[in-house]
Each structure stands twice: as structure tokens, then as C-alpha cells.
């Protein structure tokens, strides 16, 4: 008996140590992404991480890969993750019809802006948190997880000790104090959405309905438009006066890859298209896209810009 419950404990411990998002596989350094990268970064207002491993290669890219940032609505990925574990535990129904009461009222986003006793099915919920990053939304949904201490155990568990949900979280104030909203690594952040993609976020059905709910993205104006619209991608940004930043899939020609760009104490605190910030994520995203496709001929047409808020 005493030998069984050793082996399960040490059973656990190597499954704990596989889900690391750090525990890839064999990586191997691409030293020329890597400086083609640092060299984007250098001379930027403020402080940058990058993070790039491409999934058929697993060559990797890492520039203040491991540095926390704010994860602005990124968070909203784990706040999903949360989520579906409750309904895959059978805690939450999927398909059910919620009721909105003025009480969740956040911001004036779509959720925000209906009437008390509004009625909405959950699936569009989770769909308006991910595709339009809406707010109010996500509270909602955050606190139908279990709140940030349910959804920051689960992150835990699944090897990602260093991104956690600080808001209306217990023991999180000087997280958000520092980070808002949430927290969170350059890798760390790829390489969650690269377990959901690979479908082994909680099951491969859970993952599967994730994934496609990263696809939906109404907000294209930084990564996803330096590539090109007819290639598949999954993705959520996020935005703060001082930090911007985004996560990303891209089913290249060549090979999948994820990458993800963040950055904090930036300069400008402008909400334009030309924020350094903004800047930023759309060359690194063009530096990685050439990089892997280096015959791709497509290019953001020069009035493209006028789609880009």
C-alpha cells in the first residue's frame, strides 16, 4: 500500500513537471530571431518581453521571456480556462441562459450597456469576453469560475505559477497595486494558449472550444494585421495606459508558431494607432512572420492602417 501511494505521488510529480510551460521538449535557441528581435526592441520608451517557439521546430525566441508584465485583458484567456474547467467538472452548464442585473455593471461595453433582467445565453458571454474583450463580461464570468483564487489554483496545477488573476482576488491587492487586472510572462502566456491549442487544456473538447473562440477576434489592428487574412490565427490582446500587449497562434505555410510580445512603463500613454506600444507589437509581429516565411510576398496594402483601432 505504502509502495502505491509513493508511486502516485511521484505520478503526480511528473505530470506536474510535463505541464510546465517551461517542459516543451528539446528547444533549441534561433539565435538570429533572437537578434533580429533585440535589435526591434532597442531604443523602445518603456520595457518589453518577448517570447516566440515555433511549434514544429520547437526553436525558440526569448527576450525578457520570463520578466513579469501586466497581462491587461489577456487575463482574460485564464479567466476562460477557469471557466470551462467548472463546466467540464459539471458545476456549470454550458448551454444555460443567464440573467444580467445591473449590480454587474462595470464599464459601458455590450454587456454593461443592457437592461437590468436582460437575459443571455452563456456562450455569447464567453464569446463577447474573448472576441471584444468586453469588461463586464468578464467579471461575470471571472466570479462564475469561482472568483481569481479558483481560477489562479488552476493555473497553478497546470504548471504556470507566475500569471495569476489579481483583481477581486483575495491576498492579490499589492499584485494589482503593481499589475492590475493581472500578471503574467511572455512564456508563459504563449505557451497556455499553445496547451490549448495542442488540446490539452482540461480535454481535447474543452480545448477545442477554447481555440475556436480565440479565433473570433474583433480587435486585429496590432499582430493579426501583419498577417495575412487568409491564414489562420488565435489570439487576445490586451491594453493599459501604460502596457499593451498580445498572444498569438499563426498557422504559417511553414509550420505553426506562437509567439507573445508584452510591455509595461511605456512612455506613451496614448490610446492612438500610432502608440509605441502598439508600433511595437505590429513589427515584432512582421520580424517573426518574415522570419518564418521568408518567400511570403503578402504585405499590409499602404492603406491598411485605416482598419487599424
Not at 184 to 209: F, H, Q, W, Y
Not at 211 to 237: C, H, N
Amino acid at each position: 500500500m505504502k509502495t502505491l501511494y509513493v508511486s502516485l505521488i511521484l505520478l503526480s510529480i511528473c505530470f506536474k513537471i510535463l505541464a510546465q510551460p517551461q517542459a516543451v521538449g528539446n528547444v533549441k535557441t534561433d539565435e538570429k530571431l533572437t537578434a533580429k528581435i533585440e535589435k526591434a526592441l532597442a531604443g523602445f520608451k518603456g520595457e518589453a518581453g518577448v517570447y516566440v517557439r515555433n511549434l514544429k521546430t520547437n526553436r525558440v525566441a526569448a527576450v525578457y521571456a520570463d520578466t513579469l508584465f501586466p497581462t491587461a485583458s489577456m487575463i482574460k484567456v485564464p479567466i476562460m480556462c477557469g471557466l470551462f474547467d467548472k463546466i467540464n467538472q459539471g458545476e456549470i452548464k454550458f448551454g444555460q441562459e443567464l440573467v444580467y442585473r445591473d449590480s454587474l455593471k462595470y464599464d459601458n461595453g455590450v454587456v454593461g450597456s443592457f437592461r437590468d433582467s436582460t437575459k443571455i445565453p452563456l456562450p455569447k458571454v464567453i464569446h463577447l469576453m474573448i472576441s471584444l474583450s468586453d469588461n463586464t463580461g468578464s467579471l461575470w464570468l471571472q466570479a462564475m469560475a469561482g472568483g481569481g483564487a479558483a481560477i489562479n489554483q488552476w493555473l497553478e496545477n497546470n504548471g504556470f505559477a507566475n500569471t495569476k488573476v489579481n483583481s477581486r482576488t483575495p491576498g492579490r491587492k499589492q499584485g494589482q497595486a503593481t499589475y492590475g487586472w493581472g500578471q503574467t510572462t511572455p512564456r508563459e502566456m504563449a505557451e497556455l494558449v499553445a496547451m490549448i491549442r495542442d488540446g490539452k487544456a482540461i480535454s481535447p473538447s474543452v480545448s477545442e472550444r477554447m481555440y475556436r473562440y480565440l479565433g473570433m477576434q474583433f480587435w486585429d489592428g496590432e499582430a493579426i494585421s501583419q498577417i495575412p487574412p487568409y491564414v489562420k490565427t488565435a489570439a487576445k490582446s490586451g491594453a493599459v495606459n501604460q502596457a499593451k500587449s498580445e498572444v498569438l497562434v499563426v498557422h504559417a505555410p511553414h509550420g505553426d508558431y506562437v509567439f507573445c510580445i508584452t510591455t509595461k512603463n511605456q512612455q506613451d500613454q496614448t490610446w492612438q494607432r500610432e502608440n509605441e506600444g502598439y508600433m511595437l507589437i505590429r513589427k515584432i509581429s512582421e520580424i517573426i512572420w518574415n522570419h518564418f516565411e521568408p518567400k511570403s510576398k503578402w504585405r499590409p496594402s499602404p492603406e491598411a492602417k485605416q482598419w487599424w483601432f
